[in-house]
């Protein structure tokens, strides 16, 4: 009934599976956990998720070469063999004993794409404060928040799809790069008129990046958003920061925002990498480096 679908890279998974296969014998349901390992380089990793191959219903196999988030995925699906796909990330962890159940009880509640929310522990060093206040306040949403913009609050981190309607939605493997591949498949959903449901089951966040990489990483993915954009694999609508965008464009204001950048971007980063770090001045900042990006980068 179940295939639970996990990728990875560089991490150790095995106490995530051992739980979700503990879930899913009390659940007393047909299941499988599938490990798809993207040719990780660290051999102490390697070694501790090849102990999943000894569990009952799960396997890990590493590939003999980097494929990518996308392929990864659909790699993943074409290997499942049960109706529903529970996709999940390395880096999470059920953040109930009823993950599992929660899940199953929502089958049947008629939708076809079903998202539990994403939670991130209480407390983390101050090198992780700007990713940590990011997912807090962004992406922890409520379920009464999510509800109101089910297609825009949904992250891939954790969701459930069935089988039959991945096959035609599936992730865009033409399009690479790092960041956003969470709006152009929410995009994807809700330009096919597919249901989306929302409940209060979320996955906890665990591994954090630090200040710095989640600053290069929201460059690489503003860079990966004008992409998609161009390419037509999103809308405006979708993403606030390219509505925004957009509209300055539009006005022919965008030079501002680059001065504006050019001028504060040192002092905002000394805000960012600071213990509290406002968002406030993190969302400036990303305006400011998407109408700094140049036509050749995107």
Known sequence: MISVLIPTYN??????????????????????????????TNKNF???????????????????????????????AEKAKYDWLLFLDADTFPSSSEF???????????SSVIFGGIKYPENVSENFSLRHKYG???????????VKNPYRSFITMGFAIQKNIFK???????????????????????????????????VIHLNLE??????????????????????????????KILKTYLKL??????????GFFSVFRKPMLKNLYSPKPSLFFFDLYRLGYLSSIKPNDA
Request: hydrophobic residues 40%.
């Open 136 to 146: 807090t306040d962004r992406e922890s949403l409520p379920l009464a928040e999510r």
């Open 46 to 76: 390697l070694e501790e998720n090849k102990k999943i191959n000894s569990i009952e219903n799960c396997s890990f196999q590493v590939l003999g070469e980097n494929i990518g988030r996308s392929k990864i995925r659909n790699l993943l």
């Open 11 to 40: 991490y150790n998974v095995l106490s995530l599976v051992e739980n979700l296969q503990k879930q899913c014998e009390i659940a007393t349901v047909a299941y499988e956990i599938i490990v798809l390992d993207d040719a990780s």
């Open 168 to 202: 035609n939605i599936q992730f865009n493997e033409k399009l690479a790069g790092y960041g956003y591949e969470d709006s152009v498949f929410a995009y994807q959903l809700q330009k096919n008129d597919i249901s989306l449901l929302h409940i209060d089951n979320p």
């Open 100 to 110: 599992i159940m929660n899940y199953l009880s929502a089958f049947s509640k008629g």
């Open 210 to 239: 630090t200040n710095a990489d989640f600053i290069k990483k929201s460059e690489m993915a503003l860079q990966n958003l004008l992409f998609f954009y161009k390419r037509g694999a999103i809308d405006a609508d979708t993403v």
């Open 249 to 258: 464009k539009n006005r022919n204001l965008l030079f501002a925002v680059r």
